[in-house]
């Protein structure tokens, strides 16, 4: 083996190039944690153009709103402390499919769905009341 300057190695040294490589945190991070899914600004207008009539009209008073992984979920609830009235889901793996959008009643069951979020909020046009 012959000696080498110090600081100096050989490419068989243990040291794999392609692993020593500069790394985009951002680009990392998007790639190891995606970001979640949101409503955009006029979708969200809409909802809470059918929120703000639904409370005028006291049928609704709380709201609550998840972004999720998959899915966003804007949650309609009477009271604070129950389990939400109505769900308005986005859910964009099924946007090639059934639609990304949906309205889900209480015990689960789809009231609508559909590819524009406003055709599916005409649910709400019809006199809907809760199932006590």
């Known amino acids: 083996m012959t000696e080498l300057p110090e600081g100096q190695r050989h490419e068989s040294d243990g040291i794999d190039k392609a692993a020593a ?30 929120y703000g009539r639904m409370v005028g009209d006291g049928e609704w008073r709380d709201y ?22 109505y769900r308005i889901e986005k859910n964009p793996k099924l946007a090639a499919k059934q639609g990304a959008f949906a309205v ?9 769905r559909g590819h524009e979020l406003k055709q599916v909020l005409k649910v709400f046009d019809k006199g809907l009341k809760a199932l006590d």
């Open 104 to 112: 889900i009643a209480t015990d689960g069951r789809i009231l609508k």
């Open 21 to 50: 490589s500069v790394v985009d945190l951002g680009i990392y991070r998007q790639a190891a944690d995606p970001l979640p899914v949101t409503f955009h600004r006029r979708e969200l207008d809409a909802i809470l153009w059918i």
């Open 64 to 85: 609550a709103i998840d972004h999720l992984k998959d899915k966003a979920v804007f949650s309609v609830f009477k009271r604070a402390g129950e389990y939400p009235l």
